[in-house]
Structures are given as C-alpha cells and as structure tokens.
C-alpha cells in the first residue's frame, strides 16, 4: 500500500473515531473567541465612563486580553487531550518572576484601580497630597499629575497617594477664611471687633450665612490677637482672603487701631563707665594681695603670731577667690 493512502486511512479513522471531540473543539474555538471579544467591549465601555485617559485604559485592556487568552488557550489543549499542567506550572513562575520584578509598577496599577474607583478627587480638583498643593492634572494607572499654583509639574506616584492623606479643597461649595489680626494692648477690644465686622459685612464675596466669628484669641508679647473666621465661596476663597487683610488695615488706619510690632529694649554701657568698673576691680585685687603679703611677713618675724598669720592669709585667699591652701610658715631661727 502507498505511503499517502495509508496517511488517508490513519487521518478518516481519527475523524471517524474522534468525530464528537473534534466537533466540541470547534465550538468551543468559535464560542470562546465570540466570549472574549464581548467580554473586552464590556470592558472598554466601563473604562470609558470611569473617565481614565486613554493610554491608561488601553494598557489595562491589554492585560485582560492577554489574561483571557491564555485561559482559552489552555482550555483548548485540555479539550483535546493534551496534558496542560506543565504549561499551567511554566505560566505560573513566569508571572510570578514578573510580578516581583515590577512590584512597584503593580502596587502603583493597583493603587490607581483604587484611586479610580473610589474617587478621593478628580481632574481639575485643588488637593494637597504628602504637604504639595496644586490642582489634578492628569489620572494614569500608574502615577497623578499636579500643577502648582506656580506652574510646577509634580508627578506622584499613585501608591504613595493611596498611603498618605488627602486634602481635597473643592469637594464642598464654601470654604472658612482664617485670619488673625493684631492690635496694640491699650486697644478697645469691643472696637476692634466692631470695626472687622463692618470691614466683613460690606465686603460682597464675604458671605453672610454661616455667620462671621470675630474673638480675642491670645494675648501676644506685644499685641492682642483676635482670631476672624468668614466664610466665601469655594472659588472666591483668594480674593476674600487677601481683601480682607487689605481692607481691615484701611479701616484701622482710619479709625486710629495701632498696628503693633515687636519692641526690644536694649540698655548701652558707656565706655567711660566700662573702665571706671575695669579699675575699681583691679583695686580691690591689688588690695588683697598686699594683705596677704602683710600677713606672712608678720608671721616670719613673730613666731607666736604662726597661728593668726595663717588664719590671715586663708582669709585673704578665701576673698581672692583662690582654691590653693596657703602654706605654714616657719619660725625664725634665734641666733
């Protein structure tokens, strides 16, 4: 028989044998391929209402596609007999291999998963993140990109964002403006209250409700310190800021508020004093060291004295200063 009919034999009694297989196989090579590019529509359209850039989506997309096939392509030598657990133990340690070499790159994948799904702030938002301030430019799977208030560019990665806390200054409509002002002691402090409430109540992004609070807050080393709360729109928080610091100085120049500053009182010797007190020490030295002097000469020429000599010159170092014990005389010698 020649080699390619017996090929033909082996390949009819494989179909013949092995019919229903094959044509499970095939369903499943057309049904798994039909699964695959539903489940992927489903899942570009729910990256598209998350409002995630374009690039980030599209990576995120090309991991499940990848995911997916490698499920159905194992599922697929399974169905036709062949065995799969190696190549399941192989898949496996590569992922494994890749996961630790890009751990970073997954917390900060996973981090922004979490960003996006729980939104702690959105494109266009004023936050502060890790003590930077500055508005969300840009949300990617890996990192967040802020602009500062002076055009800096901060990119920070998004599991450190998801590790430290958030402050997010434009979730809420109004926001508390803070100040503090100070006023010289001797001030009328009913007057000053007075006089930063009208400067709130005719300043028109101030609002009137929730109701200014004007108190005296500390009593300084030279001014009393009232603390002001006023509150103003979210976006008008700047202008009423720095309209009431201007304002309130206007009214208080007007009405005769001292502004207080710090005072140092500083006491100037003159020189003609310094060396008056320069001599006067030197006397009381010189002083001194002659009585000592006095007191050992009287101790050599009289004996007798040895004891009171001695208590003289301890009491002369003792006002010297000096630690050093004086030493005994000796007695003259009678010739």
């Known amino acids: 028989m020649p080699w390619y009919e017996s090929m033909w034999n082996t390949i009819k ?8 297989t094959i044509l499970i196989f095939v369903a499943v090579l057309i049904f798994g391929i039909i699964v ?3 489940l992927l529509h489903v899942f570009k359209k729910i990256m598209k209402r998350s409002k995630l850039n374009s690039m980030a989506a599209k990576f995120i997309t090309s991991i499940i ?4 096939y490698v499920i159905y392509l194992i599922a697929l030598l399974s169905l036709l007999g062949i065995p799969t657990t190696s190549l399941v133990a192989l898949v ?3 992922a494994l291999a890749i996961s630790l070499a890009v751990q970073d790159v997954i917390s900060n994948f996973a981090s922004g998963i979490e960003i996006v799904v729980t939104k702690p702030f959105v494109e266009g938002d004023l936050v502060e993140i890790d003590g930077i301030t500055g508005n969300i430019d840009r949300i990617t799977i890996v990192n967040t990109r802020l602009i500062t208030p002076d055009q800096r560019t901060v990119v920070l990665p998004n599991n450190k964002i998801s590790t430290s806390s958030v402050i997010n200054y434009t979730t809420q ?4 403006v803070d100040l503090v002002i100070s006023a010289a002691y001797g001030t009328d402090v009913e007057k000053v209250k007075e006089i930063i409430r009208t400067v709130i109540d005719n300043n028109e992004l101030a609002l009137k409700d929730p109701e200014p609070m004007i108190r005296l807050n500390a009593h300084g080393s030279s001014s009393l310190d009232f603390t002001v709360r006023a509150w103003s729109k979210n976006a008008d928080y700047w202008t009423v800021y720095f309209d009431l610091h201007e304002q309130i100085l206007a009214a208080f ?3 005769g508020i001292e502004i207080p500053f710090d005072q140092l009182d500083v006491h100037v010797v003159p020189p003609e004093a310094k060396q008056l007190a320069e001599l ?3 006397t009381k030295t010189s002083a001194k060291a002659a009585k000592k002097i006095k007191a050992e000469e009287a101790s050599a020429e009289n004996p007798k004295s040895e004891t009171a000599s001695v208590a003289a010159v301890e009491e002369a170092q003792a006002e010297t200063g000096k630690a050093e014990k004086p030493k005994r005389a000796r007695p003259a010698r009678k010739k």
């Open 13 to 20: 009694d494989f179909f013949v044998n092995n019919w229903t």
């Open 173 to 176: 409509p109004t926001r508390r």
């Open 36 to 38: 695959i590019k539903i």
């Open 92 to 94: 496996s340690v590569g």
């Open 253 to 255: 120049e007007e009405n």
């Open 65 to 68: 596609k990848i995911f997916l």
């Open 280 to 282: 006067q020490t030197a």
